[in-house]
Every structure is written in C-alpha cells, then in structure tokens.
C-alpha cells in the first residue's frame, strides 16, 4: 500500500483527500501522523509554485512517501485577479474573512453582473519517491470552480470567501451548500480527483 503524506495540518482537508483516494491502495496521513511539521515561507508566483514549495519542504523529511500539497485561493477577474496568491494574507493573516469579504463587496460597488467573474483555484503538488539514482519526480494539476462574486455575505456552511463567491446554477453562496454538494463541485475535490486519477496511471 502506497502511503502518501499531506502537507497541512487542516482536518477537513485531510479527510477530503481521504475520501477520494479510498483505502484500498493508499495509506493517506498528515506531517503530524509522521512526527513532523513545516511551514516554509510560500515565495512562489503561482499556486503550482506555492504547493510545491510545500511538498518539496515535506519531501526532504519522508522521502520514501509520497508527499502532497496544495495551495489555492481566490481569483476575481475585476481585481485584476486579487486577491489571488495572497488570499489567505489579503489585508493581513489575522483579519477576519468577514472583514475581507466586506472589502471585496466594497471593492465590487457598481461592477456589472457579467463582470463579477470569479473563480476558485487548487494547485497540488505531488512529489514522489525517487528510485535508483533517479530524482524525485513532481506532478502539479489543477483544479478550478467558476463563479461570480455576488452583492452580500450568505450562509453559513462555509468559510473564508464562501459567503461572497455565487454560484448562478446553484442560485446560491458556496456557503449556502451542504459540504456533500459543495464537495462534489469544488476546486479542491477537482484536484484530488485528477491527482488520484495522475497517480493511478504512473501506477503510484
């Protein structure tokens, strides 16, 4: 059985990622299930560099596993794609999402329906386990949930943006969502899914 190590220390996460890849060929556990933490500075330009920057730092520490690691956020297309990279830093790591979804509400005063596009991105990064001589190889996807930003905060099933990204075939806030659906639709589920489907055909 393939054991993979995931890269944060976020339940829910885990237990996501658990979900999808099943119990019948991986072994799915957290750094702390290993004995071990990280937190390297996130200095990428992208979230494929963030989360491998965080699968890389975790690799150097269990390198016979495969380590897994994802970074995401926010994109809004007419904010110039804020708060994007920055979206769990945007206007400081300890302000309260209820305070950065009035800003970006407040941001959006007057910005048409069609022009309200939003999305919300997951990068995962693999790195697995080098054989031989060989180098470690890395496997990036991405996964994307399309949306809008709506015009109030609504529900409370979510976090973090959830109240403000609006979801038109829903006619409601990814907070409004139970988990299970908003699960089935999510970016991150989307690159579990692919990343599953990755390791699976490289026979990991």
């Not at 957290?30 to 937190?39: A, N, P, V």
């Not at 769990?88 to 596009?117: C, F, H, P, Q, W």
């Not at 790195?127 to 890395?138: D, Q, R, T, V």
């Amino acid at each position: 059985m393939t054991r993979i190590v995931v890269a944060t220390g976020n339940q829910g996460k885990l237990k996501e990622i658990k979900d999808i890849f099943g119990n019948d060929l991986y072994e799915v556990v957290s750094m702390k299930e290993c004995g071990i933490s990280s937190d390297p500075d996130e200095t990428g330009a992208t979230f494929e560099e963030n989360a491998l920057i965080k699968a890389r730092a975790v690799a150097e520490l269990v390198p016979d596993s495969v380590v897994l690691a994802d970074d995401s956020g926010l994109e809004v297309d007419a904010l110039n794609k804020e708060p994007g990279i920055y979206s769990a830093r945007y206007m400081g790591e300890d302000t309260s999402y209820d305070i950065k979804n009035a800003n970006i509400l407040e941001r959006m005063e007057g910005v048409l329906e069609e022009k309200r596009t939003a999305r919300f991105v997951c990068a995962m990064a693999a790195i697995l386990p080098a054989s031989g001589k060989a180098n470690p190889k890395e496997v990036v996807v991405r996964g994307v949930m399309e949306g809008r930003i709506g015009y109030e905060i609504k529900g409370e099933n979510g976090f973090g943006y959830d109240p403000i990204f609006f979801l038109p075939e829903y006619n409601m806030t990814s907070a409004e969502l139970s988990a299970q659906e908003k699960n089935a639709i999510s970016h991150r589920g989307a690159a579990i899914r692919l990343m599953r489907h990755e390791l699976s055909r490289r026979r990991i």
